[in-house]
Nanobody
Framework: QVQLVESGGGLVEAGGSLRLSCAASGRTFSRYAMGWFRQAPGKEREFVAAVTRDGGYTYYADSVKGRFTISRDNAKNTVYLQMNSLKPEDTAVYYC????????????????WGKGTLVTVSS
């Protein structure tokens, strides 16, 4: 069992930055690929970014590539999402996700979800 708790969401103006954190419980954090997903009102949950178990490789949705950076610290059981140059269309609830067998890029492969943190970008 893995519990994920996100933090760092809030209200920011367009062009601004936020850093999301996701703290994981348990001793098996490094066994999971970790991802960030988001869900805007009336839309389906979508992939944002993922990082491999050792942090060596990262994956990004085209919509955030060059603006967002995912990283992890296995010693602290924490994954981060640095979001720069934020746009109003980035407004959504952001969810942390743990994937035991995949790359953390597909909703259907996720084993554990956090409860989410709201990011609102004003224009």
């Amino acid at each position: 069992q893995v519990q994920l708790v996100e933090s760092g969401g809030g209200l920011v103006e367009a062009g601004g930055s936020l850093r999301l954190s996701c703290a994981a419980s348990g001793r098996t954090f490094s066994r999971y690929a970790m991802g960030w997903f988001r869900q805007a009102p009336g839309k389906e949950r979508e992939f944002v970014a993922a990082v491999t178990r050792d942090g060596g490789y990262t994956y990004y949705a085209d919509s955030v590539k060059g603006r967002f950076t995912i990283s992890r610290d296995n010693a602290k059981n924490t994954v981060y999402l640095q979001m720069n140059s934020l746009k109003p269309e980035d407004t959504a609830v952001y969810y942390c996700a743990a994937d035991l067998t995949g790359r953390g890029t597909r909703v259907g492969d996720i084993d554990y979800w956090g409860k989410g943190t709201l990011v609102t970008v004003s224009s």
